[in-house]
């Protein structure tokens, strides 16, 4: 029995670490110099243009609930379901026949994301989000944060070659 660990199994650690902490950076920036008028936790969020002004701002807000803030105020139960998320990723990636190196990176992706979203969670009670979609100054999309990229990234990567790989069999 072969017992090397694949190369894509490196890929998804690796690049989990490197989302996670670059995810937590940025956080931690928005939550540094973001900071809420009065000291406030959930008051009106402080936001500032950011590369293209009226189209994308950087906005700090702290989101108790998952994407669209679906179930807001119930952080112990969606801290739960990331951590089975991210014991399935785990469990998913070991169980694959031969990985690629594409689904190392997705599932890495993945992974970090959902940690990153996990540990603040725990840690704080929310998540903070940034990323403010505009039009016209006028937000139009949920205000997402790196974690949330690399879980959308990550599925889409998967997505992505899971349908290649079913062209190539047929």
């Not at 694949?6 to 670490?17: D, E, G, H, K, N």
């Not at 940034?130 to 997402?144: C, E, K, T």
Request: proline share 5%.
């Amino acid at each position: 029995m072969d017992r090397r660990v694949p190369f894509s199994s490196y890929l998804m650690y690796v690049t989990c670490i490197a989302w996670l902490a670059f995810d937590m950076w940025v956080k931690a920036w928005v939550e540094n110099h973001l900071n809420y008028p009065g000291g406030s936790h959930f008051e009106l969020p402080m936001s500032i243009p950011f590369l293209v002004p009226g189209y994308f701002a950087l906005t700090h807000v702290k989101n108790t609930g998952g994407a669209w803030s679906v179930l807001s105020g119930h952080v112990p139960v969606l801290a739960m379901v990331a951590g089975i998320v991210a014991i399935f990723i785990l469990g998913y990636e070991r169980r694959l026949a031969r990985p690629s190196w594409w689904q190392g990176i997705g599932l890495g992706l993945l992974l970090g994301g959902t940690l990153g979203n996990f540990i603040d969670r725990v840690r704080f009670g929310h998540v903070t989000d940034m990323f403010d979609l505009q039009w016209h100054g006028h937000n139009w999309f949920p205000i997402f944060n790196i974690a949330d990229m690399g879980i959308d990234i990550g599925i889409g990567m998967l997505l992505i070659f899971s349908a290649i790989a079913a062209r190539r069999r047929h």
